[in-house]
């Protein structure tokens, strides 16, 4: 019998087990739907067009373009090795796309299969060519034996284009060798000011390369000239193979200085001539700037130093603006405000008034252990209305190093990029033992949470996604981040946020820092030591200039003068009575009210009772009956009780300590805040209710609570007067104990609580006859 029970007892264990298992299956199937919903190794901003059954008709087939396609699965490990070549192809020919431009489609997609299938796709990856003005129905030239590093696959791209002549692109220049006879009468048939030679062997991809890189540059046009040309090269001199040379319309020639001679430090060096500009913006990149901001005024600066202003900016403009957008911080965006704070206030290396206001606002965030915050609360701590000495922080933005030739280019984006490329080398050259990744979790957290530009903000999140894990000390960081913006500067060169006189390109440039680039193989390569050595020469404390600063007393002074302001425009608005009385009181007094609440609310219900005897016995009557209950006044809320401050004496230093300000003003003001915002409705409430229950109130002799608690009537409902204030009296408490959740929350917790009980007790009982019958049954003989 013994076992039989035991046997019993474990069928069931093993059914709960079942429900746990089906349970589990339901939750994972959901994690594995939303895994494949991201699935696939490419997105948009790797520069590569991604494929699907509903574009790739419209992309593929007569287009102006040649286009090269990989079709791969998403969980083939060879295509997922592969998939940073093919990035680092997209990247590198990206000022091609005129010409040709790389696809991708990932067959393992059930939506995509069919297609792969039209497209005779049998192994992954699938390198496949596509002419421009392909004809509908074209399978495309298949490449086998694909090269695994972008140099080889590049020159084949240019031997693909050279080997379909007959559907040559139109945006594609000629790519084969100019003679002399060309060179001479070439500026008779086109209207450009500069001719670029590159003088080079057969073999020599170079000439090609550079010619494709300038494709979409005006007012240039480049040819390759083989060294074979003795003609052309012994009337030019040319003696070094590769070189590059300006030819002029008058026949006048000057060779191209550069650091080493490959095909970036060409391409660069003609990108930047005077006049020469990307298709579509606007020549005249190296002119005056007066021109293009004829409503501003336009601040000379040094493109090689980082201005203080460009930072001041970026703080007022990502505290003022961004971070007031959100008027109740709370969760995620509170703990990341909190970081970005806390990193600026250890590592911004800003003028001592601006550290003053900085650290006052860390040192309030740190003690501040609420959930949430309303911006109200830091708006009045980065105000600042007197309470801590020589702490301000500019009131507008004056963009100094990071202007742009229009209004809306450049400016508060660069001034982020700026400062945070400071703090990550600040961070690295301090010896502080905190988290080495702190000021990339700090940017990564705000940029999430604040950062205007949503779609940047995407973005940026899935580069951190995708390799931020791979940042291991501070001095990786400042690497990381120096690529990372090499990566955007890439994809956003040529779009219409790009400023024409200042274009997106790899920084630093060759002629800012030629120790940084090198040549290996006739590739561009980054010296990454020499390129932390000048992050941490660009980036340093010392280095920041002060050009067009406001000096910190002039500061002081605005700050003082629009503290004034608003204190006559508040005196102007509060009108006669109390609150007049209360504008005109001294600071002395303040103190003395703040010390003394208690004192104050006894004062203030003194004169309610004063004004209510004013009106008429009934509304005295009320009063004492609200002091023999226990009441406050429904006409007057209590204030909350705020530590004084005494003043502050005057000091020698320049940085105060700010943990005695914080601790009994920042604190106690939020407190403040919050209570006002609860007294204004329940004041107006009360009054109402003051004006419905007047005229029925009557004198009468105190009665007993217990008494009076006993007047309910058969719905449960207080009867009478005092009854109504004893309800009142429980809603109030029960306001309390819900925390903030409206009525509808605490009811849905009561009712999903009491399901779950009851589905708990069913299955109870519901093993508990199942096991009493199955012990009714064994007993049986």
């Known amino acids: ?246 030819y002029y319309a008058n026949g006048n020639y000057t060779r191209v200085t550069v650091n080493i001679e490959a095909r970036s430090f060409y391409s660069y060096a003609l990108q930047k001539l005077p006049r020469v500009a990307r ?33 001041e900016s970026a703080l007022h403009y990502s505290l003022r603006v961004e971070v007031a957008a959100y008027p109740e911080i709370r969760g995620e965006a509170l703990s990341a405000l909190k970081l970005y704070i806390s990193v600026l206030a250890k590592y911004f290396p800003g003028r001592p008034v601006v550290m003053n206001l900085v650290q006052a606002l860390d040192s309030w965030l740190t003690d501040y252990k609420e959930f949430k915050v309303s911006y109200s609360s830091i708006k009045a701590v980065l105000d600042n209305a007197g309470e801590v000495p020589n702490a301000v922080l500019p009131n507008e933005e004056k963009w100094v190093g990071c202007q742009g030739s229009q209004p809306h280019y450049r400016g508060y984006p660069c001034s982020v990029w700026t400062l945070f490329h400071l703090l990550t080398v600040q961070a690295a050259e301090s010896t502080s033992s905190s988290d080495p990744l702190d000021v990339l979790k700090a940017m990564r957290s705000y940029v999430k949470n604040f950062f205007g530009c949503r779609e940047c903000a995407t973005h940026f999140e899935s580069m951190a996604e995708d390799s931020m894990g791979e940042v291991t000390n501070r001095t990786t960081s400042v690497l990381w981040l120096w690529a990372r913006h090499n990566q955007v500067n890439s994809r956003l060169a040529g779009a219409l946020s790009e400023d024409p006189q200042f274009p997106k390109i790899q920084w630093p440039p060759p002629d800012m820092c030629p120790q940084c680039h090198s040549v290996t193989g006739g590739e561009h390569e980054w010296k990454q030591g020499a ?41 102007a608005v509060r009108g006669p009575g109390r609150r007049a009385r209360e504008a005109g009181e001294t600071v002395g007094e303040e103190e ?26 009934p509304g005295r009557e009320r009063a004492e ?41 920042y604190k106690m003001r939020a407190v403040r805040d919050a209570a006002a915002a609860v007294a204004v409705p329940e004041r107006n409430i009360r009054k109402a209710e003051e004006r419905l229950w007047a005229p029925q109130l009557q004198p009468k002799e105190p009665q007993d609570y217990v008494a009076i608690r006993k007047k309910r009537d058969l719905a449960g409902q207080y009867v009478g007067v005092e009854g109504a204030e004893l309800e009142a009296q429980e809603k109030h408490w029960i306001s309390l104990l819900s925390l903030g959740f409206s009525r509808l929350d605490i009811s849905l917790c009561v009712l999903l609580y009491c399901l779950s009980s009851l589905c708990l007790l069913a299955m109870y009982l519901y093993f508990k006859m199942k096991l009493r019958l199955r012990r009714g049954k064994m007993a049986l003989p």
Request: glycine letters at 4%; charged letters at 25%.
């Open 1 to 246: 019998m013994a076992q039989q029970r035991c046997s019993a007892t474990s069928r069931n264990t093993e059914n709960l087990r079942t429900v746990f298992r089906a349970w589990t299956y339901l939750f994972t199937s959901l994690l594995l739907l939303s895994v494949t919903a991201k699935a696939g190794l490419y997105t948009p901003t790797d520069q590569i067009v991604l494929l699907s059954p509903d574009n790739i008709d419209s992309v593929i087939f007569n287009s102006s373009r040649s286009l090269l396609v990989e079709f791969y699965a998403s969980w083939c490990g060879h295509c997922i090795a592969f998939s940073p070549t093919w990035k680092g192809l997209a990247r590198d020919i990206k000022e091609w796309k005129p010409a040709v431009d790389l696809a991708a489609m990932d067959c393992a997609e059930r939506r995509n299969r069919e297609t792969c299938y039209n497209y005779n796709i049998q192994g992954y990856p699938t390198i496949k060519f596509f002419q421009a003005f392909s004809k509908r129905g074209s399978k495309g030239l298949h490449i086998r034996d694909v090269p695994h590093d972008v140099k080889t696959l590049r020159q084949g791209i240019v031997n693909l284009l050279e080997s379909n002549v007959e559907a040559w692109p139109p945006a594609c220049p000629p790519l084969e060798p100019a003679s002399e006879v060309e060179i001479d009468n070439f500026f008779d048939s086109n209207n450009v000011e500069y001719l670029a030679l590159i003088f080079e062997t057969a073999d020599s991809y170079v000439g090609r390369e550079v010619t494709l890189d300038l494709l979409q540059y005006e007012n240039i046009a480049v040819r390759r000239v083989l060294s074979s040309e003795q003609g052309l090269v012994s009337r030019m001199r040319v003696t070094d193979f590769p070189s590059c040379y300006l």
């Open 279 to 311: 298709a579509g913006k606007p020549q005249g990149a190296n002119d005056s700037h007066s021109k293009s901001t004829v409503d501003r005024e336009w601040r000379e600066f040094n493109r090689s130093r980082v201005y203080m202003a460009d930072l």
């Open 531 to 571: 390129v932390l050595d000048f992050l941490r020469s660009h980036f340093a404390a010392d280095g920041i200039l002060r050009d067009h600063l406001e000096g910190e007393a002039v500061l002081l002074a605005k700050q003082a003068e629009t503290h004034a302001g608003q204190q006559e425009a508040e005196k």
């Open 592 to 617: 003395e009210e703040t010390q003394e609440g208690p004192v104050e609310q006894q004062q203030e219900e003194e004169e309610d009772l004063e004004e209510q005897m004013a009106a008429g016995k």
């Open 625 to 665: 009956a609200d002091q023999q209950w226990g009441h406050i006044s429904p006409s007057r809320n209590p204030k909350p009780s705020i530590v004084g401050l005494r003043r502050q004496k005057a000091r020698g230093e320049d940085i105060v300590d700010l943990d005695s300000f914080i601790n009994q003003h």
